[in-house]
């Protein structure tokens, strides 16, 4: 529980000289312990004490941040230094620093996500319990519900189809749900992987697309999300889609892009198709220990402003399905497009594929502005 009174007005400097101080005390203590003895017992003993401390830190966070909301500069400020103070403790650890360093331009990228979904720590002493913890947190444990429920679903629609399927992957990342249970295909089904990082699509073209299933074609394109707006261009460049879906993108999108993406790909899908999306609920899971100890941010969004953003992306709510994943987390959303809704196209265009060849964009080419398409 926080040592913070959120009737008081919160002063920056007994925050650091309290509430953070006191976590410093907490994180040198347990270093020590376990590099004294680092066995198994002594470090199943420091994970469960960290855990202790640090959620009193987060909710002294969100107090905090709570108190210093409507000043962004300010809160930055604080938020940046917090993080400063415990990089002696925190970098120790490889997910939180890598978190923070944001090596590939985002947290939350394809090294990290294929590290949350193998959940194998890869630090020792200190790191190795903050390890431990991450891969045991909400949101890391919501990562690998996520990925199990997009593959389950994918493979239920597929199977219900009884022909080819066409399927456009937005922000595909490593492509993890591809690497297995796509073994008894009757029907050709071929998916297009988009992604901005290119580091991404390698490992996929060489890690999934090589060792794709029979009658799985995988298409890894280096394409910006952002430029997903158009139905008619998606169209142009991919084909027509039977299933287009994203599950790792919309919660880093702000609401005016957002809607316009929802409405590209509403407008991409052939009659008696289908979207899904996946989005985070914000109030099942605490930002703050993401916002302030690994300066990871999301778009904070519930199930209400979700539903929003559909409705005015043009999509039909009274058929709108969702569903949550085991965390409560998650949120599924699945809208299946009517005839009068879906895009008409040839039988033989059904599975026409990208006409972009699996290569890179160029630089230029992924910093077209959103207005580019208008």
Not at 54 to 73: I, N, P, Y
Not at 186 to 205: H, I, M, Q, R, Y
Not at 358 to 373: F, G, H, I, K, N
Request: glycine content about 4%.
């Amino acid at each position: 529980m926080s040592t913070i009174d959120s009737n008081i007005p919160f002063d920056v400097e007994s925050f650091f000289n309290v509430e953070v101080a006191n976590f410093k005390e907490t994180l040198d203590r347990i270093e020590n312990e376990v590099e004294q003895n680092p066995d198994q017992e002594t470090v199943d003993r420091c994970v469960e004490e960290f855990t202790v401390a640090f959620h009193q830190s987060r909710e002294e966070c969100r107090v905090a941040e709570e108190s210093l909301k409507d000043d962004a500069r300010k809160l930055a400020e604080v938020q940046k230094r917090f993080r400063d103070e415990l990089a002696p403790w925190f970098d120790q650890s490889w997910f939180f620093d890598r978190a923070k360093k944001k090596p590939r331009g985002y947290p939350g990228d394809y090294v990290m996500l294929t590290a949350l979904y193998n959940e194998e720590p890869k630090s020792t002493g200190l790191g190795l319990v903050m390890d431990r913890y991450f891969l045991k947190a909400d949101l890391a444990r919501a990562v690998r519900t996520r990925l199990a429920d997009v593959k389950a679903f994918v493979l239920d629609e597929i199977q219900k189809r009884n022909k080819p399927v066409s399927i456009l992957n937005v922000a595909s990342g490593p492509g993890r749900e591809y690497t297995c249970g796509f073994d008894h295909l009757e029907n050709p089904v071929s998916v297009t992987c988009l992604d901005s990082d290119e580091a991404a699509l390698g490992f996929l073209k060489d890690e999934v697309e090589q060792a794709a299933a029979k009658n799985l074609t995988v298409s890894p394109v280096c394409y910006n999300a952002l430029k997903t707006t158009s139905g008619e261009k998606n169209i142009q460049n991919f084909g027509a889609s039977d299933i287009v879906y994203s599950v790792g993108l919309c919660d880093y999108i702000p609401d005016r892009y957002m809607i316009r993406i929802l409405e590209g790909w509403r407008q991409s899908v052939v009659e008696g198709g289908v979207v899904y999306v996946a989005f985070k609920d914000c109030r099942e899971y605490v930002a703050s220990e993401y916002q302030w100890h690994a300066d990871w941010h999301f778009y904070l969004r519930t199930e209400e402003d979700c539903r929003a953003l559909f409705e005015q992306a043009g999509y039909d709510m009274d058929t709108m399905e969702m569903s949550r994943d085991s965390t409560g987390i998650i949120m599924n959303f699945v809208s299946r497009i009517t005839t009068s809704e879906g895009v008409q196209i040839d039988k033989n265009q059904e599975l026409k594929g990208p006409h972009f060849s699996s290569v890179r964009e160029t630089e230029a080419s992924q910093r077209d502005s959103l207005t580019s398409e208008n």
